[in-house]
């Protein structure tokens, strides 16, 4: 099982970004696909969700009405639209995958990729 994130880099206050996270060796439409990121120095926190139909979304409230999480089934394909980005959202992005729905645990985690903010 792979997970490829990518999309990620610089910009400025105010930009957006579309991250995108490609998943290789599963069955996609069966997982719920998360991001998470991490900042220096910092732990590493949830950001969204989405369940394995796309229809219900979750986000934390750093980033609620910023971002978007969609997903699309037929191109294994789970995507982050941040608009709006601030300085504190620079973090390494992470994209994970749970084969579980209650409680949701994370079997596989991508590589990362950088999101840099500048102000």
């Known amino acids: 099982v792979q997970l490829q994130a990518s999309g990620g880099g610089l910009v400025q206050a105010g930009g957006s970004l579309r991250l995108s996270c490609a998943a290789f060796?599963?069955?996609?439409?069966?997982?719920?696909m998360g991001w998470f990121r991490q900042a220096p120095g910092k732990e590493r926190e949830f950001v969204s969700r989405i369940s394995w139909s796309g229809g219900r979304t979750y986000y934390a409230d750093s980033v609620k009405g910023r971002f978007t999480i969609s997903r699309d089934n037929a191109k294994n394909t789970v995507y982050l639209q941040m608009n709006s980005l601030k300085p504190e959202d620079t973090a390494v992005y992470y994209c994970?995958?749970?084969?579980?729905?209650?409680?949701?645990?994370?079997?596989?985690w991508g590589q990362g990729t950088q999101v840099t903010v500048s102000s």
């Open positions: 060796g599963l069955t996609f439409r069966y997982y719920t």
């Open positions: 994970a995958a749970s084969a579980s729905i209650s409680p949701v645990n994370y079997d596989y």
